[in-house]
């Protein structure tokens, strides 16, 4: 985005142009002189709030630029001349335009509202708790414009504060209808004009009838924001460029410390016609070696090139004349290095522009297609075929998940593994336009480190996650080096939360392992139809996995639902006397197959009160763990609710977990993993 100049407007203006979307805002007067200020603050009525008025001073009260409770024209005065010296003494070169006397608003909770423009995703919307403290709380939740009524009343209701918004042991309850129009106004304010930047106001204060706005911060720049762009159809990239008939390596090699040997030796695998490019040999790892790529007597559809970044644009232009449809440009020194690079990189790009040539990379480790053997990259071994598409900006977390798939006992394969690198030409959302059309990939697996086109990219992720999940390990979640915000909107809306907003605006599930990204992938991608809530019904015949789910359940958001009177009444006929009565419902260490399969009876016939339920087993010589999973997977067919299975022993239980496995039956082996994938899977309910 184009950088332009930027102003933040006086508190005044700021009130001015609030109050035009009927954003309330105090009475208020801008005075020169300390006899003005009392004559101001009469005529508003005290008591009465001032503060100091300059462009260079952001935050007021630590430049000593702020009085309140000021209830008479002698402490008008004085406050006048307090503040004015404060000023100075805070920064000798700041321009004092004046100082605002305002209606000093009554006491109630505090709260903020902001709004900011996040360079990938648009327009940011804040709201929580406010006051002086606000970043020491951090009290707040985002929503990405434009926002539903939905999502604003969500927004209300997610914060720890909104705990005093209803009313707090025998309070009356707050305005929250005013609230949440007010919400709606700024929405409807931030989205009007055009220029600004960033905004808060900070406190709102909300009352039981009503509120107040007591100091506000409006950030314009010199003409309209520049926002992202929308998905555009049409450039996405045919199907059939992926799936070439021939492929060429430039810079094949014989030498196994080059990158050219790897990358032709993982190509000998693919069905097609492969041919090394090298003008210094006749033969390449016993194949016959071609000088040019001009030379090359059939047709090729794709290119991988490993040769020195100065010669990529030649050698782009040899692959227009050839016919190429796609160039996998492994080689680094282009943009990522230095201005230079970035003028290769522009060079390169325009001339596969001209020829219609889509690039992937450059500066990356390649494209591997499993299921058609295809294999651009220099990873040691290629990955086994399977039904996860994983699309990364790390060359190194690549090479570490084919790894995974290769390891002894893994079951993990891939349909798509693609380091992106650049991104130059071929982006995520070209990537993920693949694998969402590609009959073999059943989940999408991401690991994001920076996504510049993040409304594209929601507008596709919110399409696909509608028949295939997508999960993502977003990196850079630490606050360290972050810079001083300009308004407190700046500092509490990080670039890392507008991420997990996105995501869960789009239906993205984020992790933050690779092993929890496999499973969560692996689970939403054999779900029968999408987690619509986070209520559970926990059923184990051991009392201590009982009282540990709550625990894992809690810290990791699984509702464990109070079981109503009907229900309880219903188990008490054929659940021994002494059945604990609660959720997690535990049967005891003798239960048999019929106490399970009667609470799964009345589950079944009550489905509408739960989203999913957890069988907890652990060995015992009362029932075998095979006949415990039959019961899942009997039930699992009389419900579309998630049935989960834990089975919690080791290799005892295996028959069960195999049996589980082999009908597509979500089971897991460790009790706490089991709420926390849950928890990552239920994500896409909160919508």
């Known amino acids: 985005m184009t950088v332009k100049a930027t102003t933040m407007l006086s508190e005044a203006d700021g009130y001015d142009l ?202 314009v720049q010199d003409g309209p924001v520049e926002l992202p762009a929308h998905y555009d159809p049409a450039k996405i990239v045919p199907l059939d460029y992926y799936k070439p008939r021939s492929v060429a390596v430039i810079g094949a090699s014989d030498d196994p410390t080059k990158m050219g040997y790897a990358v032709f030796r993982n190509l000998l695998q693919f069905p097609g016609k492969v041919y090394p490019v090298n003008n210094k040999r006749p033969e390449i790892q016993g194949v016959k070696c071609y000088p040019t790529l001009s030379d090359i007597p059939g047709p090729v559809d794709m290119v991988a090139i490993t040769v020195p970044a100065q010669l990529v644009p030649g050698i782009m232009s040899e692959c227009g004349l050839k016919g190429v449809k796609m160039a996998v440009v492994i080689t680094a020194g282009f943009k990522e290095m230095d201005e230079d690079g970035r003028a290769l990189e522009n060079r390169m790009v325009e001339i596969a522009k001209n020829y219609g040539i889509r690039i992937v990379g450059p500066n990356c480790l390649g494209l591997i297609l499993p299921p058609y053997k295809l294999d651009t990259t220099y990873v040691s071994t290629s990955p086994l075929p399977g039904d996860i598409a994983f699309i990364s900006q790390s060359g190194a977390i690549v090479n570490a998940v084919v790894g995974i798939s290769l390891s002894e006992g893994s079951e993990m394969g891939y349909s798509e593994v693609v380091s992106v690198g650049n991104q130059c030409d071929l982006d995520f959302l070209d990537y993920m336009s693949y694998a969402a059309r590609d009959p073999h990939t059943k989940a999408i697996i991401l690991y994001v480190e920076e996504i510049k086109n993040g409304v594209a990219f929601m507008e596709m992720a919110k399409e696909i996650t509608k028949t295939k999940p997508i999960v993502a390990i977003k990196a850079g979640s630490s606050k360290r080096g972050q810079a001083a915000a300009a308004s407190h909107t700046g500092s509490l809306s990080g670039s890392f939360e507008v991420y997990m907003e996105a995501f869960r605006k789009c239906g993205v599930v984020p992790v933050k392992t690779l092993p929890g990204a496999f499973q969560v992938a692996k689970a939403l991608g054999d779900l029968k139809k999408p987690l619509t809530g986070r209520r559970a019904v926990v059923i184990t015949n051991a009392g201590g996995f009982a009282v540990l789910s709550n625990d894992y359940a809690e810290t990791w958001g699984i509702e464990i639902v109070d079981l109503p009177k009907h229900i309880i009444d219903e188990l008490n006929t054929f659940l021994p006397p002494f059945w604990n009565k609660n959720n997690p419902i535990d049967l005891l260490g003798d239960a048999t197959e019929a106490r399970f399969r009667g609470v799964f009876d009345v589950l079944c016939k009550n489905e509408d009160l739960w989203d999913m339920a957890i069988l907890v087993n652990f060995p015992n010589k009362v029932l075998a763990p095979d006949r415990v999973a039959q019961i899942l997977i009997d039930n699992a067919k009389r419900t579309d609710n998630l049935l989960v299975g834990t089975f919690v022993g080791g290799d005892c239980l295996k028959p069960g977990v195999d049996l589980l496995k082999k009908n597509n039956i979500l089971v897991f082996e460790e009790l706490e993993f089991t709420y926390r994938a849950l928890g990552h899977l239920s994500w896409t309910a909160d919508r």
């Open 18 to 219: 609030l109050r035009q979307f009927n954003v309330p805002a105090p009475a208020f007067e801008i005075v020169q002189t300390p006899d003005d200020a009392a004559k101001a603050a009469t005529k508003i009525g005290y008591p009465v709030v001032m503060k100091i008025v300059s462009p260079q001073i952001i935050h007021k009260s630590d430049a000593g630029g702020v009085v309140v409770g000021i209830k008479t024209d002698a402490e008008a005065k004085e406050a006048f001349n307090k503040i004015v010296t404060s000023a100075k003494a805070y920064d000798a070169s700041a321009e004092i335009k004046g100082v605002i006397v305002e209606e000093m608003a009554k006491s109630g909770l505090e709260l903020i509202i902001g709004g900011k423009i996040d360079p990938a995703f648009g327009r940011v919307l804040t709201f929580g708790l406010g006051g002086t403290l606000v970043e020491f709380y951090k009290d707040v939740g985002i929503r990405l414009l434009p926002c539903s009524d939905e999502d604003i009343r969500s927004l209300i209701h997610q914060i720890k504060a909104y705990t005093l918004i209803r009313g707090y042991r025998g309070q009356a309850p707050l305005d929250e209808e005013f609230l949440f129009q007010t919400l709606k106004n700024a929405c409807d304010f931030f989205e009007k004009n055009e220029n600004v930047v960033e905004f808060d106001i900070n406190p709102l204060r909300l009352y039981e009838k009503g509120g107040c706005a007591v100091d506000a911060r409006v950030i």
